[in-house]
């Protein structure tokens, strides 16, 4: 889903759209794919012990183009990124919490409470100093970030993988619970 008129946000108008407010993520079941990118685009992240995050686009012919391939690597241990990019593989909340993916692990009946905690927490600072911090630390100038180029590059990767019959293959096999047949075409 886009933002009309905002349609260069990206996934869910939210991992391409620079604002100095924290936002937080709060993570409930599987992150896979887009969930896994919507928690890379955010400053903080809570999530239930049962989480599950995860880029398995590979596996479908494609690659995490919602910023998950260039965030991953910058948030993580690159050899640890690259073993999930490569391999789709997920990771528990356990291993993101160790990993530093994330900020805090807890109990599923308590993810949004926890967030909304954290929330607080940094609510009770200065608007200004905040918003300013978040800034310095993302390299965001004139609500641009740090990132464009990266963002240039996953563009133009995105539209020839698109279009490629391994590409179609995967969602085919998908849908049909089959293990893709991959012509390299």
């Known amino acids: 889903i886009l933002a009309p008129g905002h349609e260069d946000w990206n996934?869910?108008?939210y991992v391409r759209h620079p604002i100095s407010k924290p936002?937080?993520?709060?993570?409930n079941g599987f992150a896979l794919g887009g969930g896994t990118e919507l928690v890379l685009a955010s400053d903080l992240a809570v999530a239930a012990e049962t989480a599950t995050f995860g880029l398995p686009e590979v596996a479908r012919g494609l690659f995490a183009a919602a910023g998950g391939a260039f965030r991953l690597p910058e948030q993580l241990p690159r050899k640890v990124a690259m073993e999930m990019i490569l391999t789709g593989e997920p990771i528990t909340a356990a291993r993101a919490l160790e990993l530093g993916l994330i900020?805090?692990?807890v109990p599923a009946a308590e993810v949004l409470d926890a967030a909304l905690a954290l929330a607080g927490r940094i609510a009770e600072n200065a608007p200004l100093?905040?918003?300013a911090s978040k800034r310095v630390a993302l390299g965001m100038i004139d609500g641009k970030l740090a990132?464009?180029?990266a963002w240039d590059q996953s563009n133009r990767e995105i539209m020839t993988v698109a279009v490629t019959e391994d590409m179609r293959e995967g969602a085919i096999a998908f849908a049909q619970k089959r293990k893709p047949n991959w012509q390299a075409r």
Do not use: F, K, W
Not at 23 to 27: F, L, R, S, Y
């Open 103 to 105: 900020n805090r692990v």
């Open 23 to 27: 936002t937080i993520a709060a993570v």
């Open 147 to 149: 990132d464009d180029d």
């Open 129 to 131: 100093a905040v918003q």
């Open 11 to 13: 996934l869910a108008g």
